[in-house]
T-cell receptor
Framework: QQPVQSPQAVILREGEDAVINCSSS?????VHWYRQKHGEAPVFLMI?????EQKGHEKISASFNEKKQQSSLYLTASQLSYSGTYFC????????????FGTGTRLQVFP | GAVVSQHPSWVICKSGTSVKIECRSL??????MFWYRQFPKQSLMLMAT?????????EQGVEKDKFLINHASLTLSTLTVTSAHPEDSSFYIC????????????FGPGTRLTVT
C-alpha cells in the first residue's frame, strides 16, 4: 500500500521552515527522500536506514521512526530552489530493494 | 554520483504501434533496474523490477505482455510498450541501483510518451 504523505501541499515564504511527513502501514527497512521539479526526474536527497536515525544535508534533514513506521523531512530557512514535489520512497526489503513512493507533497517557496 | 540515461527523452507515436525505451547505467553496473510510470500531478508508480539475465517481476495490475522488459546486460534495460493506446501516454522513468557503493537508486531523466 502506498505511503501517505502530509501535508499534500505547502506554500512558504523564503526563509520559512516546513516539515513533510511520510507514514507507512508496513514495516520499513529504509526511507529514501526525493525532490522532483516539474517535467524532470526525481533528485535524491537522502536515505535513512532501519535503526531510527537522523540525517542532515545542509538545511534539509530527516528522521526515521522505525516503530511508528514514519519518516519526516525538515526544511529549514527555505530557499526558492526548494520548490518542487517531495516524495518519500519506502523500502520494505521483502524480496528486492524496490521502492514504493508516497503520495507526494508539493512545496512552493515564494520570495 | 552515478549517471543513468534514458532514450528517447520524448516520443510521439500513433495508436497501435510499439515504442521501445532504453535505460542505461553509464558508469556502474546495475543488476537490478526499476521502471516507473508517472501521470500528471501523481506519484511515481512502480511498474516492474528488471533483473539482468532473468525475467522481470511485474507489480500487480501491470500487464507483462503489454509492457515488455528486457535486461540484456548489466548496463541496459529496455521497456517496450506494445500496441500503445492514448491511455498509455505518461512519463516513464527508470532507476538503477548501484549495490557496490550504496543503497541509493539513481534515476534516469525520464521519457515522455504521447500516443495519438
Amino acid at each position: 500500500q502506498q505511503p501517505v504523505q502530509s501535508p499534500q501541499a505547502v506554500i512558504l515564504r523564503e526563509g520559512e521552515d516546513a516539515v513533510i511527513n511520510c507514514s507507512s502501514s508496513k514495516a520499513l527497512y529504509s526511507v529514501h527522500w526525493y525532490r522532483q521539479k516539474h517535467g524532470e526526474a526525481p533528485v535524491f536527497l537522502m536515505i535513512l536506514l532501519k535503526g531510527g536515525e537522523q540525517k542532515g544535508h545542509e538545511k534539509i534533514s530527516a528522521s526515521f521512526n522505525e516503530k511508528k513506521q514514519q519518516s519526516s523531512l525538515y526544511l529549514t530557512a527555505s530557499q526558492l530552489s526548494y520548490s518542487g514535489t517531495y516524495f518519500c520512497g519506502t523500502d520494505l526489503r521483502e524480496m528486492t530493494d524496490k521502492l514504493i513512493f508516497g503520495t507526494g507533497t508539493r512545496l512552493q517557496v515564494f520570495p | 554520483g552515478a549517471v543513468v540515461s534514458q532514450h528517447p527523452s520524448w516520443v510521439i507515436c500513433k495508436s497501435g504501434t510499439s515504442v521501445k525505451i532504453e535505460c542505461r547505467s553509464l558508469d556502474f553496473q546495475a543488476t537490478t533496474m526499476f521502471w516507473y510510470r508517472q501521470f500528471p500531478k501523481q506519484s511515481l508508480m512502480l511498474m516492474a523490477t528488471s533483473n539482468e539475465g532473468s525475467k522481470a517481476t511485474y507489480e500487480q495490475g501491470v500487464e507483462k505482455d503489454k509492457f515488455l522488459i528486457n535486461h540484456a546486460s548489466l548496463t541496459l534495460s529496455t521497456l517496450t510498450v506494445t500496441s500503445a493506446h492514448p491511455e498509455d501516454s505518461s512519463f516513464y522513468i527508470c532507476s538503477a541501483e548501484d549495490r557496490v557503493s550504496s543503497y541509493e537508486q539513481y534515476f534516469g531523466p525520464g521519457t515522455r510518451l504521447t500516443v495519438t
